[in-house]
């Protein structure tokens, strides 16, 4: 690899990036203007960002050249390239939340996230795409043109961190954040080919995000979201968390992490995975199914690990999760939204804030969510992972919510994210891993669910199956 040749450092991970800065054998305005032009060339016909900061990117790049030659102490990220989500608040920069009544807002503060990566030495790039304050899981918003997956532009990426999938994947920046209150980090991880990473719940502080009130839309999702990185290996997810992990008194569910050394990979060790193919209840594409059955015997054969097919018993949570997601939502000043953006809100969404809820529905939820929390907590006294598709399908046409028929059933649109809200109901950390691709080229996500807390054995065994089946020389055709 030429360090120097143009393609060949938006190939670079953000480890190796980090490195060649460090080492003074790359400038950060080198790399900067390799992604910068690689933006320029394709991301027209992508659509990942819909708020490039060019101009701010290069004056953050020179700043940073100019601390290495100084000699001063440019952090863990210094010049590595980094999308952000469009949810995730930044200075001074626009962000829409994919929606029209946000057209035009400016924040006054960074995220928590956002301001440790910056003075870690990050390039903010821009905004990446999102649906509508992530209310969905695949890419298009009313505000912007659809995100497109690089694999097959007839394709959504999935979302709602839909941008920072598609950039990452393309070589447009070699991680990017996402957040993820029921999947928006694993979901279009999988569908892309990437790395998706949620660590367990308060690991990674959220302000203002889902905490600040003032916001209708922007204030949700406060007891199951997450923020996290989307990255194209373990050891760069690994890298963004040593940085963004950790508590702030602005999030009151944050909480310490010296118990993890983010960046120090270890051996698995002897692993026992309850392997679910599809809950015991949810259709699943014979392609994913096939995809992730070659997974489980990786872990298995290659890894050593101990593999049972186990129905995990759960009750069905999507009408639960559903209600959660309501309950948390500012009904009030959505509702009052809806009214005034009309048919420039998306209609799922207008749907949801305009049905009539009800306080029981709330209660039985949460009583669900206690069932579900409840049985994988004993599940997981036995096994140290649970295995699942990430998605009950590989990438649909994008303009639509989810595909309409699975193995020739008709079937709920949000049934395909069945697998990864278990997650966020419960806290418990993890991950969408490249496993493969169906016949006709879409790649295929498996997704593991690590113990409470043990985020640094999740990456582990994360890096572990990344060894055995690489996936980091795997580029869509032209990226």
């Not at 999308?83 to 057209?103: F, N, P």
């Not at 420039?344 to 969510?369: C, G, I, K």
């Not at 990864?420 to 006709?440: M, Q, V, Y």
Request: with cysteine; net charge negative.
């Amino acid at each position: 690899m030429n360090p120097t040749d143009a393609a060949e450092i938006c190939r670079l991970s953000a480890t190796e990036s980090a490195a060649l800065i460090r080492s003074r054998e790359l400038s950060p305005v080198e790399v900067t203007d390799a992604v910068l032009d690689r933006i320029d060339a394709v991301d027209g016909r992508l659509g990942a960002f819909c708020t490039p900061t060019p101009e701010l990117a290069r004056a953050a790049a020179r700043r940073i050249a100019d601390d290495i030659a100084a000699g001063r102490d440019t952090g863990p990220l210094a010049g590595v390239p980094l999308g952000v989500k469009d949810l995730i608040s930044t200075k001074g920069i626009r962000t829409t939340s994919g929606s029209h009544a946000y057209a035009d807002f400016v924040p006054d503060e960074d995220d928590i996230v956002v301001e440790r990566s910056v003075a870690a030495g990050a390039v903010v790039l821009g905004k990446t795409n999102a649906t509508e304050f992530g209310y969905s899981a695949t890419g298009h918003n009313p505000l912007f043109p659809v995100t497109r997956n690089p694999w097959d532009l007839a394709l959504t990426p999935g979302g709602s961190s839909a941008g920072s999938a598609t950039a990452v994947a393309a070589g447009l920046g070699p991680v990017a954040l996402g957040s993820d209150g029921g999947g928006s980090v694993r979901i279009p991880a999988a569908l892309c080919g990437i790395f998706g990473f949620k660590a367990s719940m308060g690991r990674v502080p959220v302000y203002p995000g889902c905490r600040d009130e003032r916001y209708p839309g922007v204030s949700g999702w406060e007891s199951v979201e997450h923020i996290g990185p989307l990255t194209r290996t373990v050891a760069d997810a690994a890298l963004m968390l040593s940085v963004l992990a950790g508590p702030d008194p602005r999030d009151r569910h944050s909480i310490p992490c010296a118990d993890v050394d983010w960046t120090r990979r270890r051996p698995a060790g002897a692993l026992r995975i309850a392997y679910s193919p599809d809950l015991g209840r949810v259709a699943v594409d014979p392609e994913v199914r096939r995809v992730t059955e070659d997974a489980a015997r990786i872990f298995e054969k290659d890894l050593g690990a101990e593999v049972d097919l186990i129905d995990l018993e759960l009750p069905d949570f999507s009408a639960a999760f559903g209600a959660i997601i309501a309950a948390e939502t500012d009904l009030t000043g959505m509702r009052a939204m809806a009214d005034r953006l009309g048919p420039d809100m998306s209609p799922h969404l207008a749907a949801l804030v305009r049905a009539p809820w009800t306080a029981e529905q709330f209660t039985d939820a949460n009583l669900v969510r206690k069932a579900v929390v409840n049985r994988v907590a004993r599940l997981m006294s036995t096994y140290d992972l649970i295995l699942t598709p990430t998605t009950s399908v590989a990438a649909f046409p994008v303009g639509v919510q989810g595909p309409e028929l699975i193995e020739g059933r008709m079937v709920p649109t949000d049934h395909w994210t069945s697998f990864t809200p278990i997650a966020n109901l419960t806290g418990l950390p993890a991950a969408s891993l490249p496993a493969g691709r169906t016949r006709d080229g879409r790649p295929v996500g498996v997704h593991l669910i690590g113990r409470h807390l043990a985020d640094g054995a999740l990456l582990d065994v994360c890096a572990a199956y990344e060894e055995a089946a690489p996936w980091r020389d795997l580029w869509p055709v032209g990226a």
